[in-house]
């Protein structure tokens, strides 16, 4: 082989590694965006968490509506 050709080879060591740390950094990246945003802002999941309260008061829910609000929730949010 010429030193050119052996130059641009790559290992497959060095490749899963290069290929593991791109996957480590974007989702590193991903992560790291909400932390960083530091507007002040809360998830509307930590919202809701706050407030709903321990134990949930039972009600008594019609088959009929709650059928049709899932089926309208489905079809607009899919």
Known sequence: M????????ISRRKFLL???AAIAGVALAGGVHNFLRG???RS??????EAAKWPVE???LDPD????RA?????EAG
């Open 2 to 9: 010429s030193d050119a050709k052996k130059e641009k080879e």
């Open 18 to 20: 290069g290929a593991g």
């Open 71 to 75: 089926y309208q929730g489905y079809k």
């Open 58 to 60: 039972y009600k008594t």
């Open 39 to 41: 507007d002040g802002s």
């Open 44 to 49: 509307e999941a930590a919202e809701n968490a």
């Open 65 to 68: 509506i709650a059928a049709e």
